[in-house]
């Protein structure tokens, strides 16, 4: 739940910084191939989570 609330306010904080920044859509398409990856790492880990909040959490917007 901690990884999607992340991804939310990750995804708000770009959206924000869209008003003001024409490069958006490389921002955006950057997170979601992470985010992806991140699932697609953790898919039989359980350690997973940990690794996904730890790259989510540090994703520089």
């Given amino acids: 739940m901690d990884f999607l609330c992340c991804i939310i306010n990750k995804l ?8 003001n920044n024409q490069n958006i859509t490389r921002q955006f398409l950057s997170f979601t191939q992470k985010t992806l990856e991140s699932l697609n790492l953790s898919s039989n880990d359980f ?3 940990d690794i996904k ?9």
């Fill in 53 to 61: 909040n730890s790259w989510c959490l540090s994703y520089k917007v």
């Fill in 12 to 19: 708000n904080e770009i959206l924000v910084k869209a008003r």
């Fill in 47 to 49: 350690l997973g989570l």
